[in-house]
């Protein structure tokens, strides 16, 4: 792209009118996602300030407040603001006092880069915190997180229009979708499933699918809806494959084409082909 020309703005992307660099004289259409930044205020106090994309932001302020331990349920946020700014965006969540107070003695400022996840932390504790382990023994059909997989392609919106964001994608049993969020950022995505699902009644044979890798973060904030499949089409990490295991989870990577590989538990899957055993958690 050697020239650009703003031409018209959603609420989540930008139409621009571009040159090509093999035919400077024909101007061509093109849409970049948005990216903003987004304050989440608690109480009037600012916590968090998050590059995103400016759609589904109630959800994203309620699934960034239960994965980061600020509340218990959505009974501690009394309301959400979303408010524009000349500069970006700000969500105001009220939450209860006894949750402001604890928020208040744990508090940290942080600027985060796109869906940086754990930009800012200030200690090691809170990094690496192991989500309480619930018992669930539901199997899944290999058939259909192969079904899954090609409905989560073709409903990505934001991603066909601009080719820059991500998407998670909540599936039942049967590979159906229930519920997609798309963000630039992958963390994000997640937190704004979790926001959208947390009040949802969701089945212990339901799955969550994401379009990047697997990151430890992604399986620690999947434990919160206490779900035992996270299917990437990326690979995972090693931290969060020894996570997966720890908590029962089955971690599918490399998903795409067809085919996908099984990292830990594999048990779990009916009629599939055992290629990678599970790794032994670490000290």
């Given amino acids: 792209m050697t020239k650009e020309k703003l031409i018209q703005t959603s609420h989540y992307c930008q139409e621009v009118s571009i040159q090509k660099n093999n035919n400077l004289q024909e101007t061509i259409k093109e849409v970049l996602a948005e990216e903003v930044p987004i304050a989440i205020v608690y109480n009037g106090i600012s916590h968090v300030v998050m590059m995103a994309s400016p759609c589904d932001l109630e959800d994203f302020a309620r699934g960034f407040s239960i994965t980061e331990g600020i509340i218990k349920s959505l009974a501690d946020i009394y309301s959400i603001e979303v ?10 969540v ?16 942080l600027t985060g880069r796109t869906g940086c996840g754990l930009c800012g932390a200030e200690s090691l504790n809170q990094v690496l915190k192991i989500p309480e382990n619930k018992k669930n023994e539901t199997k899944f059909s290999s058939k259909s997180i ?29 590979g159906n979708l229930i519920i997609l969020k798309e963000d630039v950022g992958r963390h994000n995505a997640l937190d704004k499933l979790i926001g959208a699902s947390i009040n949802s009644q969701i089945l212990n044979d339901y799955f969550v699918i994401t379009s990047s890798r697997a990151s430890y973060e992604m ?9 035992k499949l996270l299917v990437a ?24 084409n067809n085919r996908y590989n099984c990292y830990t538990h594999p ?13 032994s958690p670490r000290d």
């Fill in 267 to 279: 048990a779990r899957i009916i009629g599939y082909c055992l290629l990678y055993t599970s790794p």
């Fill in 219 to 227: 399986v620690q904030k999947l434990a919160y809806l206490n779900l």
């Fill in 146 to 174: 192969l079904k899954a997989l090609k409905n989560f392609s073709e409903q990505q919106k934001i991603q066909k229009e601009t080719g820059a964001t991500h998407a998670c994608g909540l599936f039942d049993s049967e």
């Fill in 94 to 109: 009220e939450i209860s006092a006894e949750k402001f107070i604890h928020l208040k003695e744990i508090r940290r400022n």
């Fill in 83 to 92: 408010l524009k700014k000349d500069n970006g965006i700000e969500i105001n």
């Fill in 233 to 256: 089409i990326s690979a995972p990490t090693a931290l969060a494959a020894r996570l997966a295991n720890q908590l029962e989870m089955t971690l599918v990577g490399f998903a795409r």
